[in-house]
């Protein structure tokens, strides 16, 4: 019998959970609501009970969401590793972004800088602290709102200089991707799916992120910027 599989995503995997989903439905009889917020919502989404099948977040929120008994101890699968890039609004002079201490400089020269709510901008901050940085580019620090990715800030010309997820800035028109953080100070995430303590249907939502977590799903990742998990 068919069932419908409620799936709540942050926006970093959206496009490659869409994918992943087109391909499952075109296997299976089961239909696939994806719903992709702010990562900061979802863990809250899920916290406060809302009902959902799978939950696909930051590998330390999904960690929190089994320790709180919101999902199912043991279903974690991580599914894709992800690192930030740096964008510039289209048409504007590259920067060089080619090591640290060229990416430094970029931030030190930037009027206006931005970076997310996630986990990603929770480590470029700290790295911003470890480069003694933080009160002389404060003021200059654009936070986007949970769900907005950075690059539409970039676009828009709120923001000169824009850090996110590469798989929210690949498909975003009106910016230019200059490219990843340089190794030494990239900014990896690991993404995860666990299963909803709420599902009413644990084995299909398991089925699903196996799914999601196979090797015949590498190709999908990356053409989304990510690297399979």
């Known amino acids: 019998m068919a069932s419908q599989i409620r799936l709540i995503s942050s926006m970093a995997t959206k496009q490659v959970l869409a994918e992943l989903i087109s391909q499952y439905q075109a296997q299976t009889a089961h239909t696939v609501q994806l719903e992709s917020v702010g990562g900061v919502d979802a863990a ?3 916290q ?8 696909a977040l930051a590998s330390n929120a999904i960690d929190q969401l089994i320790a709180a008994g919101k999902l199912l101890a043991g279903s974690r699968v ?3 590793h992800s690192g930030v890039a740096i964008a ?14 060229a990416v430094k400089a970029a931030v030190l020269a930037a009027k206006s800088l931005s970076y997310s709510t996630g986990p990603s901008g929770v480590q470029l901050a700290k790295l911003f602290e470890r480069w003694g940085i933080t009160e002389e580019i404060s003021s200059r620090i654009v936070q986007a709102p ?3 990715p950075v690059g539409s800030l970039v ?8 850090f996110q997820q590469l798989s929210e800035l690949i498909h975003l ?7 990843p953080l340089p190794p030494a100070i990239q900014i990896t995430t690991t993404f995860s799916a666990g299963v909803a303590s709420s599902s009413t249907q644990p084995e299909l939502a ?11 799903a590498a190709a999908a990742k990356r053409a989304q910027g990510m690297d399979p998990a």
């Not at 510039?88 to 201490?101: F, L, N, Y």
């Not at 028109?173 to 490219?179: F, H, R, W, Y």
């Open 44 to 46: 809250k989404r899920v």
């Open 173 to 179: 028109s009106g910016i230019d991707v200059l490219g």
């Open 48 to 55: 406060a009970d809302e009902a959902f099948d799978v939950v």
């Open 88 to 101: 510039v609004r289209a048409g504007a002079p590259k920067i060089d972004i080619g090591s640290e201490q």
């Open 146 to 148: 949970p769900g907005v």
């Open 155 to 162: 676009a828009k010309g709120e923001v000169e200089l824009g």
């Open 78 to 80: 991580d599914l894709a």
């Open 206 to 216: 398991k089925a699903l992120i196996a799914f999601m977590g196979a090797p015949t």
